[in-house]
């Protein structure tokens, strides 16, 4: 008999309510965050997705969303390590960088010396571009209305959708492109891989 190892992972992505111009110092986690949107999945020993779905949550729905990420053998973000991860500290009611994050910035960075956005690894990687900024985002929330708030939780997904098909191009071809500074394409090769159910046996009971 062959055994199947099913793999569950979430990709996410957070807005803030504000800039770090409108507070004391450059710290995510007085920024406030306005929506998270996560992609949670299973995956098998082949890294085949069987199944996956698209959630978002606002402030008052947080308290559903954690333990959805305790049961992640790998969260992934993007320069989440830096900024996301600090952002919710307020609201998470554990150690929330305790979990098994990979933050795939910070990898590039870690081999290339580099960093590079997300709509830059995205439009060379992926031929895709972001369909938003971070500065509308901020101005959706402020506006507050139906039509504004619905704008901001799809560019949230969005960049959720981009992070997860940025991850999945490196897990099937082993690099990511992207144009440094001065314009140059960068083709840097990664191993997204890890070893399955490395998550299984060292995250701490939350709940």
Same mark, same amino acid.
């Given at each position: 008999m062959i055994f199947v190892y099913m793999v569950?992972? *979430?990709?996410?992505?957070?807005?803030?309510?504000?800039?770090f111009t409108d507070v004391d110092r450059k710290d995510p986690?007085?920024?406030? *965050?306005s929506v998270v949107s996560l992609y949670r999945r299973t995956l098998d020993n082949d890294w085949r997705e069987k199944n996956g779905q698209m959630e978002s949550f606002?402030?008052?729905?947080?308290?559903?969303?954690?333990?959805?990420?305790?049961?992640?053998?790998r969260i992934i973000g993007f320069n989440s390590l830096s900024f996301d991860v600090l952002a919710l500290r307020p609201y998470a009611p554990f150690n929330f960088a305790k979990?098994?994050?990979f933050d795939i910035l910070a990898e590039v960075k870690r081999l290339t010396n580099h960093r590079a956005s997300l709509d830059a690894i995205a439009q060379e990687t992926l031929q895709r571009h972001k369909i938003d900024s971070g500065a509308h985002a901020v101005a959706y929330w %402020?506006?507050?209305?139906?039509?504004?708030?619905?704008?901001l939780k799809k560019y949230c997904e969005e960049d959720v959708a981009?992070?997860?098909?940025?991850?999945?191009?490196?897990?099937? %071809?082993?690099?990511?492109?992207f144009k440094d500074r001065w314009n140059n394409l960068r083709k840097v090769n990664v191993?997204?891989?890890?070893?399955l159910g490395q998550g299984e046996n060292n995250q701490p009971s939350l709940f």
């Open positions: 569950s992972e *979430v990709i996410f992505d957070l807005e803030t309510k504000k800039f986690s007085l920024l406030g *965050v606002w402030e008052d729905d947080f308290g559903r969303m954690w333990e959805i990420f305790s049961q992640a053998e979990l098994p994050h %402020n506006k507050g209305d139906k039509e504004s708030l619905q704008k981009i992070t997860r098909e940025i991850y999945d191009f490196a897990l099937a %071809n082993g690099h990511l492109l191993d997204f891989s890890y070893k």
